[in-house]
């Protein structure tokens, strides 16, 4: 936790620390100029889930400030608010965790902090100004630029980057360094960001907690061992070594680690001796400190600081120890959070529409589920198993509330009686399972799909469901049938369902669907179409049959030829006696490339100085899957698109067969072509090359791991003409480790521990009747090859849409009268508007007080698009139509201070060896209240808070 | 710490626990009749030294009860004080430690206790009511009748017994029982006894200290597991579980253990929350309660309860493992603390004689010093060997301010203006150094030798010093020369002088003495005769030369005689070519007896199942010592006396060199005789029985160590008609394994541990120049066969000048005429009185308030001797003869509480199977204000403070 859990305690030395007679230490030292000043920062690190679920640490621990009000007296409650006012209590960074920087999509980010900041705003009227990141296992730009200086913070600090990259930093007195992580944004969006020397735990020898065998300062000389002259000095020492690598004559020591402070008396009686002591000796200044008090004596020194530029990825914290398997860590965990961030985006969408619930169900829980799974011990994948079921549990809980709003929201604005059925059944399309299109048509219903788009943008897709008759159509809500296909669902995935099904739900569905249905859809921005799919007396559907429009290759049918598949103009060519990927023909673009797909894995280390586990990804060996291994695929052609369903399963299962020898393995893909350059990769694609680090020499002892980095939305390589590019359903590790070759790591399994502290191997198993067998996970990843230039397009638009997919609700109907008595089209905005093709609405939120918090996200960097790197207007009028609003407050990207304000109290550091004025950023200008135009500039996210009149009854009209 | 640390923690209890519109517990709930109580014993277990020293448990955590004042605020001490009136903090055993009650004699004992309880009556005007012995590892009748009963307690509660005798208790209900201790006081010295059912720890899973994993109660059903049901079931069923096993529907549980309460709060949350929630289920009882609440509930069922009488040792926590090793384990430290108890006393007498300074030296650190070392890890030598060292320099500490106090009292007394050499230097008599006699004479000087008696009755006893110059004479105080006699120092005592002057204190001593002189000195009781050393000019000393009256033996000298040693009647019949006691002859007694006298050791269990430690005592196999090694030993006659020099460190020595082989080992002492009953051994003299316990059918899986017990002041056995005694000069184990043999075991040195805590091996080693071996312990050891029934009045009498031997002080002088300006003769009594045979005056000490406090103890046992087992009376008014009383109070032994007003209080336990009226026991009746007499029957020890008339002025005479 970001606030840090000593407050209890410090109550404790009101009590304690102020009476005559017995000894009274003089702790009252403020920064003395001339000195060095030593800032002990009392501080404790709560995970809000890691080896303990959440819960458990809450109820045995205290620490988390969201629940405190519950179970802490008023006079608490009083004495807490006090020391904050007082700003002996600092309330840092200030999110609902400390988010991992790897894995979470920026859209998480955002939510967890806004979720946090708002709240510390509401009981306590405080506006972190401090970045404290000191646990994740590397820092990223969007954290520097976006959570860091977009929210108003004065300094970011953390513990974790490469040990070369420290020791260089060390060297040079450059861990404190004025951050641009930004390209487009520069020096309006920079932060000062200080890496603490070795750890965020006090120096050796001064560790107080229960317990801790730190000496004691020994005061009493009428008892045995005194020793204020020895502490004194090692005291001294510490800070002046700390001082040797240090910038101005400020050094923190962050005085505590992690779950410390369980009795704070035993810190700070140890401290407000050592404050007095060190201060009577004199040579150096010690002082109780905060982050705050910190960076405003840093500020005050006037100095200029070294630029940094880029991330602090991949994170090493020794030789062969790379903190890139966590990347990938447990996919299936990552995809989920994934899954439930779009699904709450759109969610809190139609809570909008319907009115946010007071009482009833509503978005909350899965808001707060969601910001405990961006914490770095959750998303990250490096949690025990039982607390990654803990998170995943919460998701399920808040997606069944969420599900509720969604329901009750999309009922209400088609009128319709009969509640949709937009619960979890379909979120298992996964494992082609979805109960609410399993149903029997054959009486003459007909199933309702509504089909919501939470993008901004009119927008086309495949829907694509299990249906158990083969005698269905599909017609529009005007009345028309439109073409639809259905394809048999493949042993395998079946065999899936199965057991999955068996595994979780303890038991089999009780009907099995043959087919996958599948129809091209339409939906209106932030709006839905309803489709109606009904049994046909003959046999009309196009069916995908094996003779005709249905091609099966096994991996044992040894054929010669090649295989061209896809729409139109896009062709993947396949070799079918080895069924794997060869090729890639763009005929409009002209591209006609070989491209090669592979699955390989890498065998883990096992050995004891350094294993690979949850956090390390140490390869020990790579190993290609042997032809008998290769996965079976299935080509199904149909009339709009082609599909690949290459099973990653396979591989898992071959994984498995080859641990007893192995031991451990990472399963990955490969893309090979002939593309030789360089390879980039999130919101912000870094460059990044291979074996370099562009802030010091690397010194090369993982040629593999050292080059994998966190894929995020997605990675490509380029040439000189052509841009390979990969997109991924969720955030793994990635890399490319030859030229012209890119490789995901897509799965892993472990049987070891690599000895950073969550003592449990990585081994994700499912279970049957006790037999349990690794998990599998079913992903996408998306491949495209374009011109050079062209690809931006791609990965930024289609990346929006891949990450919020339709969202569908389901009902059944008798007869065929619903559009008579329904709402069949609905857009929450202006029908005739839709947002510009570089601008997503990444929030639409009503707040408790019925305001709406809105973010509009510029999806361009500069220079990424010829098109689309400009500046962007929304019309909010024309977002709200049905709506009027009648104020308009920019905000800080959390929402806990206006985005003016901010600006105005953000320091302004210097930075080493650049001109007195930074580069001008281009940034959206102010809002006209009158003609109420966003503008955006490249990659800016801007937070509104938007007032309506209250009068105004909403009221949605069929539309489009 | 008999005061248990949770008071800091409870004054957070009383602003956590009172608040309103959080969760407010129910923890008001008194004892209900009818239900199964389940009293909570909210406790903390803090040894004053063990694995630290008592400073380092102090300064780390707060629980020396005798310093709180001066670290606390007056805030804490208020609230304190307030918890304490309310009865929410108990102070009970209330001693300055929880005394071992093996190893201690039990005048250190009543020291101890005296000290902590008028410490706790003064500051908190509190009289403990419970006694507390939970640790200790075995429990002897004198902690029950006298430091129970007699202290003014109504119930004593421990944990440690056997692990057969718990077994048979459980299951008879008899843990709890009314314990007879003493034979001679039988119910007059009774107390209400409980044995924990398992130790002095919670239940399984309900341990709640920071970082204990047993399962907190989680009560918030807005958080995941939520347990209220499964705990309130288990605490239940555990509940349920003791009272099968218990009498009466009272249990208690002892929430806490060793060092808890470190952060109260973990503690005091989850028994809130069991009190609520066990009492909301209602099918038991729980209720916050203190010992002596269970004691009043247990009291108020008017049951009868078992009887038990002698004592719970030895103690085996399980098979093969019986905690008697540490009956010897440090003999050194245990030899070094009878040493300073005995000096302590005889220090306080003098002090009182010149009365007691309130700002200069004075004995309170000696008696500070003292009581910590009684505490169950100190002188009972199971704690780590720097906490036995802290032990040590404590000691020595005190010493030397007690010694200021001896020398400025007997300047005082003597009218000398030079000050008495009464320092450290003659405590090194053991290792044959004593720099004050080691002076040189041939100048004219002479020594003075002040020679003080501590004992109530005239005294003679041999005085024996190290001179330097073989041409001296001994003159009394009349002038008249005494006979004297010097004896070589053997090779071997010099070595030992050497080496370990070279190790304790550095170098070697300057000068080498050649001899002892000893000579026959005679004190009057509680009094002083000066003698006087000077260099003769001819040789008129009586040498004992070898040609003459000195014979030496070695173990190479083979020779077939059998050699008779001993002055007068009494001789001691040696084998000359084995030097081995074989026989004692006391032609006065008609005595012929066959003894044999060898040295043997046990080697260790080593194995890993239980390993034989400083607490345990686990012989695996008993070796002689070869012939070859057989002691060397030195019989040196002179006119009056015999002297016995087996040197234990020949033995020693011959251990440690067979060590690598046998690995552990404890040096034995066997004495073998003709003689063949079982054996008895204390204060009290208890029955031993081979192999056979009186309260359960003994099975025997150790039939030596199951067989050993605490020897403290002497063992005997004997037969129809004679008593075969040894007496110690420090507390050792012994049994008697065979019929006929006696055995002591004089030291151990052990390589491993044995489990129980300390994690250190028994390896005292003594070091020169980084060489160390093991230590050398010198002792004595005291036999002598009586007729049956003649043996008590030397075991007693002759015991109680082995614990008071005289105390010597030196000054030099210039010419003769010491006499003329000084008092060279004293009595702190009327010189003609004194002491009945059978009392011991065991304690003299003036108060702060000027008032003395004095104690007399009969130290027969009923029908132990046909003519001291009497009632006994002393003068007070002849005792006192130099001051004028005006008032005697008794009060209890612990001198917190009139006698009077603590019989009142005394609950009176039934016991089981008794009529109703005890048998009566005679006891000293009250003393009568006019004639100020003490009557004392058996056994009886009586504590008065008396209150003199102030204006009196001591004055003293040259006396006798």
């Known amino acids: 936790m970001a606030i840090h859990g000593a407050w209890i305690l410090l109550t404790l030395m009101s009590i304690w620390g102020v009476e005559s007679k017995y000894m009274v230490y003089n702790t009252t030292s403020k920064i003395v100029s001339g000195k060095l000043n030593v800032h002990l920062v009392a501080h404790t690190h709560y995970d809000v889930g890691w080896?303990?679920?959440?819960?458990?640490?809450?109820?045995?621990?205290?620490?988390?400030?969201?629940?405190?009000?519950?179970?802490?007296?008023?006079?608490?409650?009083e004495i807490v608010k006090q020391l904050i006012n007082s700003g002996q209590l600092e309330l840092i960074n200030g999110g609902m965790c400390m988010h991992d920087e790897a894995a979470p999509h920026y859209i998480d980010m955002t939510d967890q902090t806004t979720l946090g900041h708002r709240f510390i705003k509401q009981e306590f009227n405080i506006t972190p100004r401090i970045g404290w990141q000191i646990d994740p296992f590397g820092h990223s730009a969007v954290q520097a630029y976006l959570l860091s200086a977009e929210v108003?913070?004065?300094?970011?600090?953390?513990?974790?980057?490469?040990?070369?990259?420290?020791?260089?930093?060390?060297?040079?007195?450059?861990?404190?360094?004025?951050?641009?992580?930004s390209k487009s944004l520069g020096s309006s969006a920079q932060i000062f960001a200080g890496a603490f020397p070795e750890n965020y735990e006090p120096p050796n020898n001064f560790y107080y907690e229960v317990n801790d065998d730190s000496p004691i300062v020994q005061d009493d000389m009428e008892l045995f061992d005194y020793n204020v002259p020895e502490r004194v000095n090692e005291f001294v020492a510490a800070a002046l070594s700390q001082a040797n690598i240090t910038q101005t004559n400020h050094v923190?020591?962050?005085?505590?680690?992690?779950?410390?402070?369980?009795?704070?008396?035993?810190?700070?009686?140890?401290?407000?001796?050592?404050?007095?002591?060190?201060?009577?000796?004199?040579?150096?200044?010690?002082?109780?400190?905060?982050?705050?008090?910190?960076?405003?004596?840093?500020?005050?020194?006037?100095?200029?600081?070294?630029?940094?530029?880029?991330?602090?990825?991949?994170?090493?914290?020794?030789?062969?120890?790379?903190?890139?398997?966590?990347?990938?860590?447990?996919?299936?965990?990552?995809?989920?959070?994934?899954?439930?961030?779009?699904?709450?985006?759109?969610?809190?969408?139609?809570?909008?529409?319907?009115g946010k619930s007071k009482s009833g169900p509503n978005t909350d829980y899965l808001a707060d589920a969601l910001a405990l799974a961006q914490h770095h011990d959750a998303v990250s994948g490096i949690s025990k198993?039982?607390?990654?079921?803990?998170?995943?549990?919460?998701?399920?809980?808040?997606?069944?509330?969420?599900?509720?709003?969604v329901e009750t929201s999309l009922a209400s604005i088609t009128r319709s009686s009969s509640k949709t059925d937009s619960g979890s059944p379909c979120l298992l399309l996964n494992i082609s399972y979805c109960p609410a299109s399993e149903v029997d048509l054959s009486n003459g219903k007909n199933l309702v799909v509504v089909v919501y788009n939470p993008l901004g943008w009119k927008r086309e897709d495949v829907v694509r469901i299990p249906v158990i008759d083969e005698n269905v159509m599909v017609k529009d809500h005007g009345g028309n049938e439109i073409k639809s296909q259905l394809l048999p669902l493949q042993k395998a995935s079946l065999a899936i369902r199965n057991y999955y099904s068996m595994a979780y739900l303890g038991k089999s569905p009780s009907v099995t669907p043959k087919y996958w249905l599948a129809f091209s859809s339409s939906a209106p921005p932030l709006g839905f179409n309803t489709y109606f799919i009904s049994s046909r007396k003959q046999k009309e559907t196009t069916i995908a049959a094996p003779s005709e429009n249905h091609v099966v290759y096994g991996s044992k049918g040894k054929q010669k030829d090649v295989i061209k598949v896809g729409p139109g103009n896009l062709k993947l060519v396949y070799s079918a006696n080895q069924p794997k990927l060869i090729?890639?023909?763009?005929?409009?673009?002209?591209?006609?490339?070989?491209?090669?797909?592979?699955?390989?894995?890498?065998?883990?280390?096992?050995?004891?100085?350094?294993?690979?586990?949850?956090?390390?990804?140490?390869?020990?060996?790579?190993?290609?899957?042997?032809?008998?291994?290769?996965?079976?695929?299935?080509?199904?052609?149909?009339?709009?698109?082609?599909?690949?369903?290459?099973?990653?399963?396979?591989?898992?299962q071959?994984?498995?067969?080859?641990?007893?020898?192995?031991?451990?393995?990472?399963?990955?893909?490969?893309?090979?072509?002939?593309?030789?350059?360089?390879?980039?990769?999130?919101?912000?694609?870094?460059?990044?090359?291979?074996?370099?680090?562009?802030?010091?020499?690397?010194?090369?002892?993982?040629?593999?791991?050292?080059?994998?980095?966190?894929?995020?939305?997605?990675?490509?390589?380029?040439?000189?003409?052509?841009?390979?590019?990969?997109?991924?359903?969720?955030?793994?590790?990635?890399?490319?480790?030859?030229?012209?070759?890119?490789?995901?790591?897509?799965?892993?399994?472990?049987?070891?521990?690599?000895?950073?502290?969550?003592?449990?191997?990585?081994?994700?198993?499912?279970?049957?009747?006790?037999?349990?067998?690794?998990?599998?996970?079913?992903?996408?990843?998306?491949?495209?090859?374009?011109?050079?230039?062209?690809?931006?397009?791609?990965?930024?638009?289609?990346?929006?849409?891949?990450?919020?997919?339709?969202?569908?609700?389901?009902?059944?109907?008798?007869?065929?009268?619903?559009?008579?008595?329904?709402?069949?089209?609905?857009?929450?905005?202006?029908?005739?508007?839709?947002?510009?093709?570089?601008?997503?609405?990444?929030?639409?939120?009503?707040?408790?007080?019925?305001?709406?918090?809105?973010?509009?996200?510029?999806?361009?960097?500069?220079?990424?698009?010829?098109?689309?790197s400009v500046m962007a207007s929304v019309q909010l009028k024309n977002i709200f139509a049905h709506k009027k609003i009648i104020k308009v407050?920019?905000?800080?990207?959390?929402?806990?201070?206006?985005?003016?304000?901010?600006?105005?109290?953000?320091?302004?550091?210097?930075?080493?060896?650049?001109?007195?004025?930074?580069p001008k950023v281009v940034r959206g200008g102010p809002v006209d209240p009158a003609t109420l135009v966003v503008e955006l500039a490249p990659m800016e996210i801007r937070t509104f808070i938007i007032d309506f009149e209250q009068k105004t009854k909403m009221s949605y009209v069929h539309c489009c």
Chains 1, 2 share one sequence.
Request: aromatic fraction near 12%.
């Open 152 to 181: 108003g913070f004065d300094s970011l600090f953390f513990a974790r980057i490469d040990y070369q990259d420290r020791a260089k930093r060390k060297d040079e007195k450059s861990l404190e360094v004025v951050w641009r992580g």
């Open 889 to 918: 407050t920019e905000m800080s990207l959390s929402a806990n201070q206006g985005r003016a304000e901010m600006e105005k109290k953000r320091l302004v550091w210097k930075v080493e060896g650049s001109s007195e004025e930074a």
């Open 385 to 405: 198993q039982h607390v990654a079921n803990d998170c995943a549990k919460r998701l399920s809980i808040g997606y069944e509330k969420a599900a509720k709003v």
């Open 583 to 652: 090729g890639y023909i763009s005929s409009r673009n002209m591209i006609k490339e070989s491209v090669r797909q592979s699955y390989s894995f890498y065998s883990g280390a096992t050995d004891t100085q350094q294993a690979s586990g949850a956090y390390i990804f140490r390869p020990n060996g790579m190993y290609s899957t042997k032809p008998d291994d290769q996965a079976s695929f299935t080509v199904l052609r149909g009339p709009k698109y082609i599909r690949e369903s290459i099973r990653g399963y396979i591989r898992s």
């Open 51 to 77: 080896l303990k679920t959440v819960d458990q640490y809450y109820v045995g621990s205290n620490n988390s400030i969201q629940r405190w009000g519950r179970d802490q007296s008023e006079t608490v409650q």
């Open 252 to 354: 923190m020591w962050t005085m505590g680690t992690d779950f410390k402070y369980q009795y704070a008396h035993t810190w700070f009686r140890q401290m407000n001796k050592f404050i007095h002591y060190v201060n009577q000796d004199g040579r150096v200044n010690a002082l109780y400190s905060t982050p705050l008090i910190y960076t405003d004596a840093k500020y005050a020194t006037n100095k200029a600081w070294p630029l940094k530029t880029d991330d602090y990825f991949p994170h090493a914290d020794r030789i062969n120890a790379y903190w890139t398997g966590y990347f990938t860590s447990r996919p299936a965990l990552k995809g989920y959070v994934r899954m439930m961030s779009a699904y709450y985006l759109a969610a809190r969408q139609l809570e909008f529409f319907k």
């Open 654 to 868: 071959e994984c498995t067969r080859r641990r007893s020898m192995l031991n451990l393995s990472s399963l990955l893909v490969l893309y090979r072509s002939m593309m030789e350059l360089g390879k980039k990769f999130g919101r912000d694609f870094l460059e990044r090359i291979r074996d370099y680090r562009k802030d010091w020499t690397l010194d090369v002892n993982q040629p593999v791991a050292g080059n994998y980095y966190p894929i995020n939305l997605g990675m490509y390589m380029k040439d000189d003409n052509k841009e390979l590019s990969v997109l991924v359903d969720r955030s793994v590790g990635g890399t490319s480790i030859k030229d012209g070759q890119l490789e995901l790591m897509l799965h892993r399994r472990l049987l070891q521990d690599d000895g950073r502290g969550v003592a449990e191997a990585l081994n994700e198993t499912v279970c049957v009747l006790n037999k349990c067998s690794g998990l599998t996970v079913v992903g996408k990843y998306y491949l495209k090859i374009d011109p050079l230039g062209e690809g931006a397009k791609w990965r930024r638009s289609f990346g929006q849409e891949i990450y919020s997919p339709f969202l569908l609700a389901f009902t059944e109907q008798e007869g065929n009268g619903w559009t008579n008595s329904h709402v069949a089209s609905f857009s929450g905005m202006d029908p005739s508007y839709v947002l510009p093709d570089n601008v997503a609405m990444i929030t639409l939120k009503e707040l408790n007080d019925g305001k709406v918090l809105i973010r509009f996200a510029h999806l361009y960097e500069v220079e990424e698009d010829k098109d689309l």
